[in-house]
């Protein structure tokens, strides 16, 4: 099973949505409005540099135009002649010929224009705004003449006393916002037209790109989706954990965190840097799809990896994992209970044969021969079971023992208890799950000393005040110092011609002693093989 796009649209059916303008449109708009606003700023910095300027240049010119005027001596000697207006309007026409000017204008002292370019002006007051020409002094500045936003140059006339006989006033209209714009250049022009252009096509192209990316789901679409994949995968009871192709994990749902111990935290973190159970950590780093049951600590997780793609593009792995500790925990009670099942099947079949050979004895008339028959079986019997609960004094412990003596037995392997083996009876529950203990590693003793040399299995059990000791000893080829520790975990096993390993035996072994707050450890055998010790701390309410 492959994850892609169409899968999760089959999943997660988003219907009824209300479809506005598209991701890629709106983007599309947002740019478009970005440039145009990059291009006003840019119109507006020209227009108020080229005022600027125009204000400082030919608000000079228009100075110094005015100065040339006051200075003509016909225009010092006319000004006051009451047909001034006729004899002076060649001179003022001059000027403004000369200046490019738009208004050249003689104000006598009490603001009335004298001589104008504007012969309607004559007789009218002049505008001077904030002008202080009259004070005495020449003056630059913005003045609206006739309704006129303008740049005024007024220089005043001086008699001999230095009073103010006359002023000269030249003047010049703002140019409008488009003449200040061709004003100040074709290239500029230019530039704006293909700033816009440029800003237009690379808006376009990354509003394409995003509808790529975004595999033509538009917001709403987008939204729905990852609310749905939310509540799907925070609602279901087995967990989930996605991890990319760098090893960094990019999902993990409730489920997952409580079975892993993890926070929110770890989302965005390489598996390797969090802390997990190293054979969690090696099933997600592994890219083959698998199945794996796997016991940590302190659970028994059934996980499934798959690898996930998009589009033919491989993004990494999806794992779905349950738990299962009660289940594999019951397996195991299960699994020990049976091995009293099937001792009592081995005893039926043996008294079977046994009762075969009497009856055949008797019908031969050999007497003496059945009597030593029967006392050599009941013998048999009653040591064996006299081995085990002479030490042993829980029924359920001895009961399992005696079974193992016999099953073992069958595979030519001798099951031996510890002279120094002394337990008294436990509490139900506790002697519940130190059948799945002893059965668990009783089992795995067997198989791996099954066709050695010296087929032995010994066990030794201890209840002593401060707790339980089990110890099971071996003679298999031992377990190396570098699987000691991953022994307990899936797929592990010390005998090496089971492939694959042999299941969650003595990683049931593990759990069960975790959650009694003891622990369990192998070493090498003084003859050889191997030594598994479990230590357990009883309870007050337990005896030993």
């Known amino acids: 099973m492959h994850v892609?796009?169409?899968?999760?649209?089959?999943?997660v059916n988003i219907k009824n949505t209300r479809r506005g303008a598209s991701l890629a449109g709106q983007f599309l708009a947002f740019q478009l409005v970005v440039v145009a606003v990059v291009l006003l700023a840019v119109g507006a910095v020209s227009v108020a540099q080229s005022t600027r300027e125009f204000q400082e240049v030919r608000g000079q010119r228009m100075i110094a135009v005015a100065e040339n005027m006051a200075s003509t001596p016909i225009v010092r000697e006319r000004f006051g002649d009451p047909f001034a207006a006729q004899v002076l309007a060649p001179d003022v026409d001059r000027a403004v010929a000369l200046s490019g000017a738009g208004l050249a204008e003689i104000i006598s002292p009490d603001g009335t224009v004298r001589v104008s370019t504007d012969p309607a002006r004559a007789g009218q007051p002049a505008e001077f705004g904030a002008s202080d020409v009259r004070t005495g002094r020449a003056w630059s500045g913005d003045v609206d003449i006739a309704g006129v936003h303008s740049i005024v140059g007024q220089v005043?006339?001086?008699?001999?006393?230095?009073?103010v006989l006359a002023i000269t006033s030249v003047s010049e209209p703002y140019p409008t916002v488009w003449q200040l714009l061709?004003?100040?250049g074709e290239r500029l022009l230019v530039y704006l037209g293909l700033g816009a252009v440029l800003g237009l096509a690379a808006s376009w192209l990354l509003?394409?790109?995003i509808k790529r990316h975004t595999r033509g789901l538009e917001v709403a679409e987008i939204a729905s989706l990852a609310d749905h994949r939310e509540a799907l995968l925070h609602s279901i009871g087995e967990g989930v954990v996605a991890v990319n192709t760098d090893g960094e994990i990019t999902l993990l749902n409730d489920s997952a965190r409580d079975l892993l111990g993890l926070g929110e935290e770890a989302i965005g973190r390489r598996v390797d840097a969090v802390d997990m159970d190293p054979a969690v950590v090696e099933f997600l780093q592994s890219g083959d799809t698998d199945h794996a049951v796997i016991a940590t600590r302190t659970r028994v997780l059934a996980l499934h990896r798959?690898?996930?793609?998009?589009y033919g593009r491989s993004i990494?792995?999806?794992t779905t994992m349950r738990d299962t500790t009660e289940l594999a925990t019951m397996s195991g009670q299960l699994s020990s209970h049976k091995s009293v099942t099937d001792t009592l099947r081995a005893q039926t079949h043996e008294f079977a044969n046994q009762l075969h050979t009497i009856s055949g004895l008797v019908q031969l008339g050999e007497f003496d021969a059945v009597r030593e028959l029967v006392g050599t079986l009941t013998r048999r019997r009653a040591e064996i079971s006299d081995a085990v609960t002479q030490r042993i004094s829980d029924p359920a412990v001895a009961a399992l023992l005696i079974a193992k003596t016999t099953l073992a037995a069958e595979r030519r392997v001798a099951l031996e208890i510890s002279p120094e083996s002394t337990l008294r009876p436990l509490d139900p529950a506790l002697a519940t799950d130190v059948i799945t203990l002893l059965g668990n590693l009783i089992d795995n003793a067997v198989d791996v000393?099954?066709?050695?040399?010296h087929s032995r299995v010994v066990v030794e059990m201890r209840g002593e005040s401060a707790g339980l000791s089990i110890t099971v000893t071996d003679s298999g080829p031992g377990v190396p110092e570098h699987l000691r520790e991953s022994i307990f975990a899936r797929g592990v096993t010390s005998k090496p011609d089971v492939p694959g390993g042999r299941g969650i035996g003595l990683a049931l072994v593990r759990l069960v002693t975790n959650q009694h707050g003891g622990s369990v450890n192998v070493t090498d055998a003084p003859g050889g093989g191997a030594r598994f010790r479990v230590r357990i701390p009883l309870s007050e309410n337990a005896h030993a």
């Open 4 to 11: 892609t796009l169409s899968d999760a649209k089959d999943v």
């Open 306 to 310: 798959r690898p996930a793609s998009s």
């Open 156 to 163: 005043p006339i001086l008699g001999i006393n230095g009073e």
């Open 316 to 318: 990494g792995t999806v």
């Open 449 to 453: 000393s099954e066709g050695s040399v």
């Open 207 to 209: 509003s394409r790109r």
């Open 182 to 184: 061709s004003g100040a």
